[in-house]
């Protein structure tokens, strides 16, 4: 069953990255985020109203809200890289650098929770990170932009701060807290600091993109919420291991690849090719090696 969430998961997240490159289409990248977050704060308050009202599903002690506080951190942290980086590079490249946040799970939970890969699932990690590798030459063969690198680089470091998201959750997760409790709060603990950022932004005047409304945050914020919530159970069964779990979420790149290629005429199609085949065939290799 929580292989199947895992799958559910990663459909939804798919889609919430290719939604996600549309919302911020000359549009402006920290308040589509704080929006997102807004909208998911409101989808999610039916929990947030129980847990004030001590449900046992999804009530925190002061500790625990502090605890979901540093989640949010890292996740706003990790959004704000990641929405910069999506939205000033071609979709099949984002997505091909997100795919890489399994590999970084993975070492993760070998040196946190002792999962011990085998020879096959270090194979996968080897072609994980070539693959990240690829992804750089990619970008510097399309010249997206001036300073491309810079945004292949907030990329990165937006799945490293993912991953260690991740594997925060599983700590949560085998701690005590619930699905239900970490789905309720991180949210409405992220909408507070993008409204900060926002505040910062503004009266600085660093940004000079306009926001102009889109339908498309609406389901950015409904499919993440899915996402989330079907990973946070999946993780939440005892003999579910954070590295295939993640692995298979991040199979959502396939969605967008495919979206940038087929919908958006994205060029260097025979080195993304090879970049997807080099992440579908490290992910095989991990998920075989785990079975």
């Not at 992804?135 to 991953?163: D, N, P, Q, T, Y």
């Not at 306009?210 to 946070?232: E, Q």
């Amino acid at each position: 069953m929580w292989i199947l969430l895992a799958v559910i998961s990663s459909i939804s997240l798919g889609f919430f990255d290719v939604f996600k490159k549309l919302s911020l289409e000359r549009n402006n990248v920290y308040v589509v985020l704080l929006m997102n977050v807004l909208i998911s704060t409101v989808l999610v308050s039916p929990l947030i109203v129980m847990s004030i009202m001590g449900n046992p599903l999804c009530a925190l002690s002061l500790k625990g809200h502090g605890l979901i506080f540093i989640k949010s951190l890292i996740v706003a942290a990790s959004f704000v890289m990641g929405f910069l980086s999506m939205k000033y590079l071609p979709l099949s490249i984002s997505g091909s650098i997100n795919a890489a946040r399994p590999i970084l799970v993975l070492l993760g939970a070998i040196a946190l929770f002792g999962e011990s890969p085998n020879t096959t699932q270090w194979i996968g990690i080897i072609l994980g990170f070539v693959s990240l590798l690829w992804v750089g030459f990619i970008g510097r063969r399309e010249k997206v932009e001036k300073g491309a690198g810079m945004w292949i680089a907030f990329g990165i470091i937006s799945i490293v701060l993912w991953a260690a998201s991740g594997l925060y959750d599983k700590w949560l997760l085998g701690n005590g807290y619930t699905p239900l409790a970490i789905e309720a709060w991180y949210p409405f603990y992220e909408t507070l600091i993008m409204l900060v950022v926002v505040a910062f932004i503004y009266k600085g005047q660093f940004s000079p993109d306009r926001f102009h409304w889109s339908k498309n945050i609406i389901v950015i914020s409904i499919l993440i919420v899915i996402a989330d919530l079907a990973y946070f159970y999946s993780l939440f069964y005892p003999e579910s291991l954070v590295s295939v779990a993640s692995m298979i979420r991040r199979g959502s790149s396939l969605v967008a690849f495919f979206y940038g290629v087929i919908v958006l005429k994205e060029k260097n199609l025979r080195l993304k090719v090879i970049d997807q085949l080099l992440l579908i065939t490290g992910m095989t290799l991990i998920i075989i090696g785990s079975l």
